[in-house]
């Protein structure tokens, strides 16, 4: 059996990592954490507070078949405000220092922020796709775009609709979103300390 729903707490470790299965050769994360040389290390601990960050205070689904959860997305909600430092200190935060420094946390807030700027510039309240991400022995069977299609657009819609968006970091990506109902509306550079990376926006709206 196979269905979409809202994470429980218990599961939180277990969306976590397979958000960090899922990001490990993803070149922005190699970008946030340019500045650690126990990056695997760092990454799993970045992804469990973001993910417990999302849950308290925004929306985390996962997508379970026969009891394994093989999917998950994090959401954020148009009207909630953008979590911040404190909530991400509550969430367990300084545990990074132990993998990291301050000055790593500090760049991950500020590629964070470059990534993002297209989207806060907006002149209108809009939800924002945090993360979505399928089981690597999943991929390949349109999983990503059932979560879309049959969780995230209709929960949207329930909630009176609006503008939906993302930031990207890859071509596959970008075919992916514009596949699922996406425009491309800003492309930037993101800059670290040694290293750049292309990233795009794209927006949707959902009625």
Request: charged share 25%.
């Amino acid at each position: 059996m196979f269905q979409f729903r809202m994470a429980r707490e218990d599961e939180l470790p277990q969306v976590a990592e397979l958000l960090y299965d899922s990001f490990q050769d993803y070149t922005f994360f190699d970008l946030l954490c340019e500045r650690v040389s126990k990056r695997s290390a760092f990454a799993r601990q970045l992804h469990l507070i973001n993910t417990k960050v999302y849950f308290q205070h925004q929306i985390c689904f996962v997508g379970v078949e026969n009891e394994q959860i093989v999917s998950a997305a994090l959401l954020k909600h148009p009207h909630l405000p953008e979590p911040g430092i404190m909530d991400y200190i509550l969430s367990g935060g300084l545990k990074l220092l132990f993998t990291g420094s301050i000055s790593a946390i500090q760049h991950v807030f500020s590629i964070l922020k470059q990534a993002k700027k297209a989207c806060f510039s907006l002149k209108k309240p809009y939800w924002y796709l945090e993360a979505l991400v399928v089981a690597k022995n999943q991929q390949g069977k349109k999983l990503g775009s059932r979560m879309l299609k049959q969780c995230l657009f209709p929960f949207i819609a329930r909630q009176g609709g609006g503008l939906f968006t993302l930031i990207t970091h890859s071509e596959a990506n970008r075919q992916f979103y514009r596949k699922n109902g996406w425009v491309e509306f800003d492309e930037r550079v993101l800059r670290g300390k040694e290293m750049f990376l292309e990233s795009w926006s794209y927006k949707t709206v959902i009625k």
